[in-house]
């Protein structure tokens, strides 16, 4: 379990803190999901170069049902994707951008009858000097929280 | 005046409202701004087909600063672009999104220090199986609101 | 005309914009609606002191269906409500915020089975040593958008 | 370690995925920090109703710096609040809303000259017909994400 501990930056004070509250505490950090994008809708798979100039733009694009689709209606469909960056060695990671769909068909007639969607894919523009980690979060309105994570290097 | 008076929409219970307020009353509507995107940075140019398929999703793509550069400081940038469609005809816009721009280089160092900020330009995609307008509203968080127009066909 | 034209501070330049496009030109501008809260549902009315005490920090509740209730349901419901602080004299408007109401009642079983449902109200908290304008924005997932201004003076 | 990593939610899958990264992957998930808000002045904490009746609107209010002031600069300030509801016995959060502070002192004459300032306090109606657990989570735009849960019961 050393592995695991040290991967996971768990530390004894987290471990005594749930210990105390004599039973389970639901925390957000357990309710991001991730799996294999291959077989998985609704993961936010990230796509930008695996090593960008330092100090220059560069784009990123995020998008759910990379290979399985995902649904889009009014009453199921995907709400946002989150974007934040944690550069190497750093602790805190900042907000890129987030970015709400919300377009899912509703109109006066009804759900599904405007014929107007957003689709859950967004490209954004970001540019750092420091190497790190691109993470994505996304929301679906009945499946909640997913993630996923991309390294980046600088020349 | 009629010409002015129809194009804008306006109706007579409107200009009641703000006599009966006794002065002046401040409306959001006042505070968008528009201008010519070749000499103001601050325009919110939408770029996409001018015609597209019905129900097939199209890109498109909003920037600031399009011929003239806009700053991205912790002191000053912008904040976020929105984008509303509203189909011919029809009385009320959807929103297509809202795209907040959150990094500009705040750290723990200072302002402009963390190296990481994210450009005012966000690509879309959207359906629908009505032609219509697509509006863009900016937001600078020191120059205010913003605004910009364009008509898209459906074949 | 001539009050009205003062009041909506529209200029000849506007009016020419317009013109030059040979048409209609739909702004958000003229789609943002306003009405009498007392029986229209949609107005998002601001509740806040008259007078605020400069640099100490007031309340502001904003909701929506004051007089008459807003249907919440997956279908129908309000989005967001943005808020906006316009200080006497000032040209630019400053955005306090934006609150978005996203639960609706959707769940694996379908639309309104949840019970979870987030109401169209909000209440922030916000200081300024000068007078101004609080405008605030709220979005009805199928009926647009509506406006409410209040002005606040400063002891 | 067994009751460490039933409380976690962890399992072998999560840190086969790890291992078969052969490194370090950083996870949203790891990022989100919690503390003692009596002496931490980022946590988000939450204030309702230890419990409430069933399909009834109550108020949640949320704020930061509830014991140790958290700074509100244009350099230096808390971005939003999101708040999550966790069902008893369900395995998907639903988001109940998103409240961004948006006024940061920053105006054409420099930061912290406008004295508009948005405090990091919201509150929020909601409402359920089942008790679980409510989970803020808060970004300070340079001390990255927080969060705080809160479990309810339903008469």
């Known amino acids: 379990m050393g592995i695991f501990w040290k ?18 505490i639901m925390k957000i950090s357990e309710l991001i ?15 930008c170069p695996d090593s960008v100039k330092a100090d220059k733009f560069f784009e990123v694009t995020v998008a759910i ?23 190497e060695g750093e602790k805190f990671p900042c907000q890129i951008g987030k970015f709400a769909f919300n377009s899912h068909g509703a109109s006066v007639k009804g759900p599904d009858t405007s014929t ?20 994505a979060v996304s929301l679906c309105n009945i499946h909640g929280l997913w993630q996923y994570s991309k390294q980046i290097k600088v020349d």
């Open 116 to 135: 107007v969607y957003t689709h859950h894919k967004v490209t954004a523009w970001m540019k750092t000097s420091k190497p790190g980690t691109i993470i």
């Open 7 to 24: 991967k996971l930056k768990l530390t004894q004070s987290n471990l005594n803190a749930i210990e105390a509250c004599g039973g389970e």
């Open 33 to 47: 999901q991730e799996s294999d994008w291959k077989s998985e809708k609704h993961v936010p798979v990230v796509e």
């Open 65 to 87: 049902g990379k290979e399985v689709a995902h649904p889009n209606t009014t009453a199921h469909h995907i709400c946002w994707i989150s974007l934040y960056f944690l550069p």
